[in-house]
């Protein structure tokens, strides 16, 4: 098997692994997969696997333009990929074609089906990059969840959901932005968009700590709560991989950086080292916490679908399953009732998901309020120089979808803050 096909199987197992299996990109099975490439391949393996699940309803509907009769799991699959590579990526339509028969015949699928489909789909290349999706091709348990959406919220998600996450980034101070050597398109006075795609362990300040990759849409609600330097006890009950409580720690304030998964763990320890910053770890399951234990403020970036990051996670759409939401939105409520007990009077708890489904956002604070009277919904304060990003806060909740600002993508993100008033 020449090198071109060998990795090309490789990407039609993964993709067959999320697709049948719902295994995930960061599953152990996958990683043994990519981690046998070298460097070079796997760069090409992740752009082809990533963009296959991005565009995977793009090329089922020009799937659907060739072929009326219904197709093998692994035949969809090949096509898919291979559709990605020759449309929407643009690779050299024989190369493309010349593996996905070879694949074909290994796998002992119809290979004159694939190869007479994907030269007819190559002569219309460019006339198929063009094709649009509509909402009622997405997910059906993603429609259900999303009937209160506007129209034009709708057709906006439609437009942006599969388009490649920008880099968006945060400096440890105004300075350190200042003395940055790239290309930056600034949010604040410590953010902003990196300009142009480059390997960012070749950036000098990178190395030096100066800054970590935080989505805007993360970064957003600490900043305009305007913290400072302080004595508050703070803990992030969901740390890793730690762009929040760096947002803390970059303000000279202390915070106990908890998360029950020792893998999460690691990466964080990774990231604060590299960040040169210090603070305690806990590996606890926060329900677990001792109730004696009391903080001043609780960060909680609870488990979710993490649908707003559908972008970076496009797999969210490309399994055959849905997310357990019942589980989810149980667990989500166990941890703002678990914060509510640890917190001091006054306190605030800061309850964040990367989703933008109202069962796990404001659904969920809804039923909070309802059941604790003793707290109320304290609202985000925006300085006059960022009222342009007012539109992301609607009745004090603050609420983004996968989107553009400044000509850049940002992720679906929700945040509430909530303050114990008694």
């Known amino acids: 098997m020449i090198k071109g096909e060998k990795i090309r199987f490789d990407i039609h197992n993964i993709l067959y692994s999320i697709y049948k299996l719902n295994k995930t990109l960061n599953s152990s099975s996958i990683k043994k997969i990519i981690d046998k490439h070298d460097k070079k391949d ?56 010349n593996c996905s028969v070879e694949i074909a015949k290994k796998l002992n699928l119809h290979h004159g089906l694939i190869n007479a489909v994907l030269k007819s789909i190559s002569k219309n290349k460019e006339d198929l990059k063009k094709i649009n999706i509509q909402f009622d091709e997405l997910p059906e348990w993603f429609k259900n969840k999303t009937i209160s959406l506007t129209d034009n919220e709708k057709n906006n ?29 600034k949010t604040s006075e410590i953010s902003g968009f990196l300009k142009n795609k480059k390997d960012l362990k070749k950036i000098e300040s990178f190395r030096k700590g100066d800054w970590w990759v935080q989505d805007f849409s993360s970064f957003f609600p600490l900043f305009s709560l305007q913290i400072k330097k302080s004595n508050k006890k703070f803990l992030d009950a969901c740390a890793a991989p730690g762009g929040k409580a760096f947002q803390i720690l970059s303000h000279n304030n202390q915070i106990i950086l908890n998360d029950k998964s020792k893998k999460r763990i690691k990466i964080l320890e990774e990231n604060l080292n590299r960040l040169n910053f210090k603070s305690k770890i806990s590996n606890q399951d926060f329900i677990k916490f001792n109730n004696e234990q009391k903080f001043d403020f609780i960060i909680i970036d609870a488990p979710c679908s993490s649908v707003g990051t559908i972008r970076k996670n496009p797999e969210i759409f490309f399994k055959n399953k849905g997310p357990n939401f019942k589980n989810l939105e149980i667990i989500q409520g166990n941890l703002l009732k678990k914060a509510s007990v640890l917190l001091n009077n006054k306190g605030y708890i800061l309850y964040m998901t990367c989703s933008f489904l109202e069962v796990e956002t404001i659904n969920q604070i809804n039923i909070f309020l309802k059941k604790n009277s003793d707290f109320e919904l304290f609202n985000f304060n925006l300085d006059k120089k960022f009222i342009k990003y007012s539109k992301f806060i609607k009745e004090g909740l603050m609420i983004t979808f996968p989107d553009k600002i400044l000509e850049y993508n940002i992720d679906g993100y929700f945040a509430a803050c909530l303050k114990k008033i008694k």
Do not use: C, W
């Open 157 to 185: 998600f439609i437009k942006n959901f599969y388009k490649e996450p920008s880099l968006h980034i945060v400096f440890k101070s105004e300075q350190k932005l200042k003395e940055f050597e790239e290309d930056l398109l």
């Open 42 to 97: 796997i760069s090409f393996l992740n752009n082809v696997t990533l963009n296959s699940m991005r565009f995977h309803l793009h090329s089922s509907r020009i799937i659907g333009k060739y072929i009326k009769k219904k197709i093998r799991d692994k035949e969809k699959i090949l096509l898919i990929s291979a559709i990605t590579q020759i449309v929407f990526l643009g690779f050299k339509d024989y190369a493309v074609v």
